[in-house]
């Protein structure tokens, strides 16, 4: 379920970063479009580094071993590295764009696990009658 979900994220937001690419080259806002797609690359790097430690700790689980953490740390250095990369290229202005997109793309990351999990959740409902 948890790599259906992060497969559908990281096509999502392929198609995201097309539009986004789009919004840089065509209009006047391109720092603002700048801003969403750093945000949006880190919310991706953080997604796949907490899909990848969730998957881990299943298996610690699976064979009772001592659970791995999460990574907060990790995932808020990256999420301090690209502020720090918009504000060299002194894009500083723009930063409410670089958290919009790194809270878009957790809320996104979000909808799909629940889309996901609801959906194996009644797949299961109903071959549990058959």
Known sequence: MIQKAF?????QLYYIFGILLIGWLCTPYADHFLGLGVGLVVSMYCGWMLGRRIEKMGEHIVLSKKLPS???????????????????????????????????????LVINLGYYSAYYKEEKELYKYK
């Open 7 to 11: 497969q559908s994220f990281r096509k």
């Open 70 to 108: 999460l990574g907060a740390v990790n995932r808020f250095a990256a999420a301090v590295l690209g502020a720090l990369f918009l504000y060299e290229i002194e894009h500083q202005m723009v930063m409410w764009a670089f958290a919009t997109g790194i809270l878009g793309g957790y809320f996104l």
